[in-house]
């Protein structure tokens, strides 16, 4: 496999990655709305635990910011390289 075809398969994989990291991110729900949080005196907002990200939130972050650097390397790979 010749490098410019390797390039070009790891900006389609980081790009459908970052896809999939956004799309975990947002329809994921959040751990706080189950458990002892949906106790019903606890549902106020005085009782919410503020911003903060649970460990699947977590991932979906540092997935999404890994496949924003890996299809950032190649597209910069592939726009400075030379024609052959």
Do not use: C, K, N, Q
Request: charged share 10%; net charge positive; proline share 5%.
């Amino acid at each position: 496999m010749s490098p410019r075809r390797r390039a070009r398969a790891l900006l389609v994989a980081g790009s459908v990655l970052f896809l999939l990291s956004v799309a975990a991110f947002v329809l994921v729900p959040s751990s706080v709305a189950l458990g002892w949080f949906a106790y019903a005196p606890l549902t106020e907002t005085a009782f919410t635990p503020g911003f903060g990200l649970d460990s699947t939130h977590r991932w979906a972050v540092a997935v999404g910011v890994a496949s924003l650097v890996a299809a950032s390397w190649a597209a910069g790979y592939l726009a400075g390289r030379r024609a052959e």
